[in-house]
């Protein structure tokens, strides 16, 4: 069960992450 957390934990931040990174690439686009 711990291992599935971890992963699970893992895949969410990464996926903000990458939200995150794109808003800041098309910020940067935009200005």
């Known amino acids: 069960m ?4 971890i992963i699970g934990c893992g895949l969410l ?3 903000l992450l990458r939200r995150i ?6 910020k940067k686009i935009f200005i």
């Open 21 to 26: 990174s794109k808003k800041k690439i098309a």
């Open 13 to 15: 931040g990464s996926s």
């Open 2 to 5: 711990k291992n599935i957390l």
